[in-house]
């Protein structure tokens, strides 16, 4: 190697290390977001689907309907229950002259209001009949079907806000001795270049602290929490990242 040679391989090493300063890599990142997951609140067979996979969809729009036949009589039973026991207290308030008929009208009026607490509870579970999206996001299904029975409490959807994702990027202590809210970072994802920012530093280790293995073993990082400026379709939680935030 001539001088001239070394000289422009010591000026290329010197760009280097100033266009590298003060750019912090994430070891590992993921993309993440609030998710819910739809269940059913009451037991029944499937009669309609209004959505399909990967639909998008808003805060109470209607996802799935139940067979609610039963669900209707059991309501009838109760508002008429209700109506008798109605008509229970307004006859004992008639001829309360006594003690005795007096108290016959208090186990009346506790009688019309345990009936009114089963109405209540039969109007949620014929409300319950038409399942709705808790919040607004993409929904997966979770292989449902026309006529399939599902019971209470069966999962049977996830809908992912995938409009508010962020990023988890897990760096090394020494990484951020620089590192502050506010900071730009970029975001390689999904085969896409990302805007974002840094939202949070967990420095006192709020999270579950990772292991994260590197070159020469492993290491404790810290979750660095980046907020995204960019929002691309095709992110979902769980798909891998790589971070770069900009440092003094």
């Not at 959505?51 to 109470?60: A, E, I, N, P, Y």
């Given at each position: 190697m001539n001088r001239m040679q070394l000289v422009a391989f010591i000026a290329l090493l010197a760009f280097a290390r100033v266009a590298s300063a003060g750019i912090e890599?994430?070891?590992?990142?993921e993309v993440k977001a609030k998710q819910a997951e739809v269940t059913s609140r009451v037991a029944g067979k499937i009669t309609r689907v209004w959505?399909?996979?990967?639909?998008?969809?808003?805060?109470?729009d209607p996802l799935v309907k139940l067979d609610d036949a039963d669900l209707q009589a059991r309501l009838a039973v109760a508002q008429a229950d209700l109506a008798a026991r109605q008509a229970d207290l307004a006859r004992a308030g008639a001829k309360a002259r006594v003690e005795v008929e007096r108290t016959a009208v208090e186990l009346a009026r506790a009688r019309v209001k345990q009936a009114e607490v089963v109405v209540e509870l039969a109007q949620l579970d014929?409300?319950?009949?038409?399942?709705?999206?808790?919040?607004?996001?993409?929904?997966?299904?979770?292989?449902?079907?026309?006529?399939?029975?599902?019971?209470?409490?069966?999962?049977?959807?996830?809908?992912?806000?995938?409009?508010?994702?962020?990023?988890?990027?897990?760096?090394?202590?020494?990484q951020l001795a620089h590192m502050a809210v506010g900071q730009a970072a970029?975001?390689?994802?999904?085969?896409?270049?990302?805007?974002?920012?840094?939202?949070?530093?967990?420095?006192?280790?709020?999270?579950?602290?990772?292991?994260?293995?590197?070159?020469?073993?492993?290491?404790?990082?810290?979750?660095?929490?980046?907020?995204?400026?960019?929002?691309p379709s095709g992110l979902w939680p769980g798909m891998a990242a790589s971070v770069r935030v900009h440092t003094p």
């Open positions: 890599t994430s070891y590992r990142a959505v399909h996979d990967r639909q998008s969809v808003k805060q109470g014929l409300q319950y009949a038409t399942i709705k999206a808790e919040i607004s996001g993409t929904i997966t299904l979770g292989g449902i079907s026309l006529g399939q029975g599902v019971q209470r409490q069966q999962a049977l959807a996830t809908i992912v806000d995938v409009d508010h994702a962020w990023v988890d990027a897990f760096f090394q202590e020494p970029y975001v390689a994802a999904g085969g896409a270049s990302l805007r974002g920012a840094v939202t949070d530093i967990d420095r006192d280790g709020a999270a579950l602290a990772h292991t994260i293995a590197d070159p020469v073993g492993s290491s404790v990082g810290v979750r660095v929490q980046i907020e995204l400026r960019d929002k």
